[in-house]
């Protein structure tokens, strides 16, 4: 691991020393990460309630620049406005290079005809089986670790060769079971739990940009 994403994690214990007791899981989910990037593949996200909104959160972080500037590569940018010179040079120096994120919370089209039609536990199970592709990466937040629509999509994620992470509280749960990598924030308090889970997907946001966009 890169010295300035390693400097990342050192900089999320020194700020949240309760997460210290986490580090080498999240250290462990950021490799996963990187693997999947590395080989063209990308993360999957989902959770209920805040965790939706956390799904929501992180993916807009890794779409688009975090702290660190990503512009597109040279050569895409010259296509744009081989294209169209004035609309092609706009987007050349407006778009940025994306960590390709899927949040499985956004498509209420899918979601409120599939729990109307099928099986509402069987939600995130659905996206998981039209949107992933082996090698890819599934994000399971849910703070008490068993949220049934989250380890469902995690049994089809482990049936397509999907990597997962879970991210939950201390509690033992089936999440911890059904994860390659479990981060069980020390907190069981619903509220308390999704106050750690913020800075815990922002720290693998940075590590990832540092890993890619930094120098």
């Known amino acids: 691991m890169k010295e300035i994403v390693r400097n990342e994690l050192n900089d999320l214990v020194k700020r949240y ?13 950021y490799l996963l990460l990187e693997e999947a990037y590395d080989n063209g593949r990308k993360l999957l996200i989902a959770g ?60 209420i089209a899918i979601t409120t005809a599939y729990m109307n039609d099928a099986d509402a536990t069987g939600v995130f199970a659905q996206q998981m089986l039209g949107f992933a592709d082996e090698g890819d990466v599934f994000l399971a937040i849910s703070t008490s670790g068993n949220s049934e629509n989250i380890i469902s999509a995690c049994v089809v994620a482990k049936a ?35 106050e750690l889970h913020l800075p815990v997907y922002h720290c693998l946001c940075l590590m990832l940009e540092s890993n890619y966009f930094r120098s």
């Open 17 to 29: 020393p309760e997460l210290d007791v986490c580090q080498k899981d999240i250290e462990k989910a």
């Open 48 to 107: 209920n309630g805040g965790s939706a909104a956390d799904s929501e959160h992180m993916a807009g972080e890794l779409m688009k620049r975090f702290k660190v500037a990503r512009p597109i590569e040279d050569s895409f940018a010259e296509k744009l406005k081989e294209i169209d010179v004035e609309r092609g040079s706009r987007l050349a120096k407006n778009l940025e290079r994306p960590l390709r994120a899927v949040p499985l919370t956004s498509h």
């Open 160 to 194: 397509m060769g999907v990597k997962i992470i879970g991210l939950t509280g201390e509690k033992e749960s089936l999440l911890d079971r059904y994860s390659d990598v479990c981060i069980k924030v020390p907190e069981t308090e619903t509220y308390k739990v999704q």
